[in-house]
């Protein structure tokens, strides 16, 4: 069974909203090598709207490994208002139930899925009980504005299973489903 794996940059006052604005100062060596052994670990993304239209803007026109892969990788995108075809290449939209088609989706044989950013999909995700990890990017800044991480979520127990300390001070945490209280 595949693994579906969120990978979040948050500030430590919980911010997640336009990352690219805060989170570049912090993103290290050590933060590329992460970054791209957990996208080669995945064959997949899967996106919401907003996510995907930011990437489909950003990636087609880059170039190198970690481009080429997020390029040709396939991407599921689930929305209400987008319509195929979809711009970016290897894209599908999922439009029936979210929840149902992404338990679908973890049956097939493959690598990770991933998801990047914590919006609506991914808490919809983890309070069913899809979400395999959650790794929180804990950067070193408060930003005191914008929108924040699990907003709208209801008591979600997890389980820390992994830390790793970057050079910059960022703290990457990883979490699963607790599966004790």
Do not use: C
Not at 21 to 36: G, I, R
Not at 90 to 110: H, Y
């Amino acid at each position: 069974m595949r693994r579906i794996i969120v990978s979040t940059y948050v500030t430590l006052d919980g911010v997640i909203e336009a990352p690219q604005k805060w989170s570049l100062n912090y993103f290290d060596e050590e933060a590329a090598k992460f970054a791209t052994d957990q996208l080669f670990a995945a064959d997949a993304l899967l996106a919401g709207r907003e996510t995907y239209q930011s990437f489909a803007e950003a990636w087609p026109a880059r170039t190198g490994d970690f481009a080429d892969k997020i390029n040709s990788m396939t991407k599921y995108v689930v929305s209400t208002t987008l319509a195929e075809p979809l711009e970016w290449n290897n894209s599908t939209l999922i439009k029936g139930d979210v929840v149902e088609e992404v338990a679908k989706l973890k049956q097939q044989p493959g690598q990770d899925i991933l998801i990047y950013g914590t919006g609506r999909l991914a808490n919809t995700l983890l309070q069913n009980g899809l979400i395999d990890e959650h790794r929180l990017w804990v950067t070193p800044i408060i930003w005191g504005r914008g929108r924040r991480i699990f907003e709208d979520m209801d008591t979600t127990l997890l389980e820390l299973i992994d830390t790793k300390t970057l050079p910059s001070g960022t703290v990457i945490l990883t979490h699963t489903l607790a599966t004790k209280v």
